[in-house]
């Protein structure tokens, strides 16, 4: 019986490195052929888009896509901090399985719990755009943030901060701040947000840019990795010494 246990856990074990490989493989393929180039669209279309002054936003017809570069000017506080817009996120902590073989540490994920964008005052050359008011646009760039412990039991590294369970973290921005602007021109004259960074289109592209980069590179690793996993995953499910 014991035997006939001994071969199955040595089987098992092939097969999971087997998945891994073939999950690792997939994932790289990913992000090296999805994920990497349609980075590498979105940098070359801000790139290519004009840069607007209030008069030539004015005269941009309906529907067009525009970015403009300028200072928050004039808005409301939209929360805590002076933040004029922001998102919140809260520090999930995913405790390992104790069933498995080998335990492994905890791990945290920010997870989006609220996002405030109101109608937007943007002072640019030559007077000042509007924006709409958005749900989900993308923030990025040059944020300030602030951070509210949480109580849970369990902590996990965010980075070199070990954060404990319900961790409230608010990102956003402020009147004075440099922010570049991507979206829609819509029906009203003001612009619909799609993107909110915190930076000229210079640091942006580049932002994007860069991106694009590290998903390529991290994809092809992930690819080379995936057959050394397979290997050496099988050779040690199969062969390898067992307490």
Known sequence: MFLFRGVRNRISSAVAAGIAAVFMLICGAIMAFVISPQQA??????QSLPELDAAAFAATASGEAVAI???LEGNEPAGEN???AFYRDNWNVETPDPAEDEATEPSGTWVRTETVVP????AVSGGTVTTLSASSPNFGGNLHESRVLGEGPETANDGDEELPEGTVRTRGFKNGDLITVVGDKGSSGDLAPKRLYGGDRVQLVENIRAGARAAFVAGIAMMICAPIV???GVLAGLFGRRR
Request: proline share 5%; aromatic share 10%; glycine share 6%.
């Open 41 to 46: 669209l979105e940098w070359r279309r801000v």
């Open 69 to 71: 570069t300028g200072t």
């Open 119 to 122: 109608p937007l005052n943007i």
């Open 230 to 232: 397979l290997v050496f």
């Open 82 to 84: 002076d933040l004029v």
